[in-house]
DNA sequence: CTTACGGCCTGGGTGC
DNA sequence: TGCACCCAGGCCGTAA
């Protein structure tokens, strides 16, 4: 599940080689996920890559129009669940649900695939000023601590709830969520404004410290995820909670737990990450 | 405005 | 072997 820290390796693969390149022509198979599909066709090809960045679980891959035109854009690519943005040689065989090829100036091609097209791709132009990527809150590793603290610290929603909004938070999914609750010691169904200092900030450095340490290992691999030269992550070995049910918390011994909040299934130590007092449900 | 929650997207895996 | 159904995660609309 691509979260903040797979973008951020599949960004840093693709800038590592693509910026300078130059798109020579683009091929849709499916295009049901796709914003305005026709824009693409008609946009892309001739375009040279200026760089590639993440912003949140987004990537962006901005572009110089193919006549070195003034107006340059971007194309905004989130990768749902299950999508990969991968750079082959074009003569690579073709992956099952290969939905988009841009054939580069190099002799390779980038393919995006989406096993159940939960992902999403457009054209973005006028530069940040975009209303999907302004509706985002801070990105944790660019948050100071007093920024952290104080998004957090008067909402009465749940903790785990409030990581997971991309509008105070943007990049955490439900993987790094449940691994930085379970480093700082909270239970997710705590409310934001029932933390005390002490445990904001401990959220604050555990976040960190999970996201830091998942791009060192490149992210975690649980069903699709791959980098941008297609290869596995390693931070899914140094889970300590997510998909650990039934199995026993590495601090004390007790037995993870997985429970199903707002709809979403949050893993946590029941010892390590005392509940709320008065919990309704 | 804030929060909670159901539903939707799709298809792989599971269990009968 | 076939088939129905559960479920993943992000996001959006709605309601309180």
Same mark, same amino acid.
């Given at each position: 599940?691509?979260?903040l820290?797979?973008?951020?390796t599949?960004a =840093?693969?693709?800038?590592?080689?693509?910026?300078?390149? =130059?798109?020579? *022509?683009? +091929?849709?198979?499916?295009?049901?996920f796709?914003? #305005?599909?026709? $824009?693409?066709?008609?946009?892309?090809?001739?375009?040279k890559?200026?760089?590639?960045?993440?912003?949140g679980?987004?990537?962006?891959?901005?572009?110089e129009?193919?006549?070195?035109?003034?107006?340059n854009? *971007?194309?905004l690519?989130?990768?749902?669940?299950?999508g990969?943005?991968?750079?082959?040689e074009a003569?690579?065989p073709?992956?099952?649900?290969?939905?988009?090829?841009?054939?580069? #100036?190099?002799?390779?091609?980038?393919?995006?695939? #989406?096993?159940?097209r939960?992902?999403?791709?457009?054209?973005?132009t006028?530069?940040v =000023?975009?209303?999907?990527l302004?509706?985002?809150?801070?990105?944790?590793?660019? $948050?100071?601590?007093?920024?952290f603290?104080?998004?957090?610290?008067?909402?009465?929603?749940?903790?785990?709830?409030?990581l997971?909004?991309?509008?105070?938070?943007?990049?955490?999914?439900?993987?790094?969520a449940?691994e930085?609750?379970w480093?700082?010691?909270?239970?997710?169904?705590r409310?934001?404004?029932?933390?005390?200092?002490?445990?904001?900030?401990?959220?604050?450095q555990?976040?960190?410290?999970?996201?830091?340490?998942?791009i060192?290992k490149?992210g975690?691999?649980? $069903?699709?995820?791959?980098?941008?030269?297609?290869?596995l992550?390693g931070?899914?070995r140094?889970h +300590?909670?997510y998909?650990?049910?039934?199995?026993?918390c590495?601090r004390?011994?007790?037995?993870?737990?997985?429970a199903?909040?707002a709809?979403? *299934?949050?893993?946590?130590?029941?010892?390590?990450?005392?509940?709320?007092?008065?919990?309704k449900r």
């Open positions: 599940m691509p979260e820290p797979e973008v951020e599949i =840093r693969g693709l800038h590592a080689t693509l910026p300078g390149r =130059r798109i020579l *022509s683009v +091929r849709l198979g499916k295009m049901d796709i914003d #305005d599909p026709a $824009a693409i066709e008609r946009e892309i090809p001739g375009t890559i200026l760089a590639v960045r993440r912003c679980k987004f990537l962006l891959i901005d572009l129009s193919a006549n070195g035109d003034v107006r854009f *971007s194309l690519v989130h990768l749902g669940m299950t990969r943005l991968v750079t082959c003569r690579a073709v992956l099952p649900h290969t939905h988009v090829f841009f054939a580069l #100036d190099d002799g390779r091609e980038l393919r995006y695939t #989406d096993v159940r939960f992902g999403r791709m457009r054209i973005v006028g530069g =000023r975009e209303n999907t302004d509706a985002l809150g801070l990105d944790p590793l660019e $948050a100071s601590e007093g920024e603290v104080a998004l957090l610290k008067n909402r009465r929603a749940r903790i785990k709830a409030l997971l909004d991309q509008s105070v938070l943007r990049g955490i999914g439900n993987i790094y449940d930085s609750l480093r700082a010691r909270i239970h997710p169904k409310l934001g404004a029932n933390l005390s200092l002490k445990e904001l900030r401990r959220l604050y555990a976040v960190r410290d999970v996201l830091n340490d998942a060192e490149r975690s691999s649980i $069903a699709d995820y791959v980098d941008s030269d297609g290869n992550g931070f899914q140094l +300590r909670v998909q650990r049910e039934g199995k026993k590495f004390c011994g007790a037995v993870i737990r997985r199903i909040f709809g979403r *299934s949050s893993h946590f130590c029941p010892h390590c990450q005392p509940p709320p007092r008065v919990s």
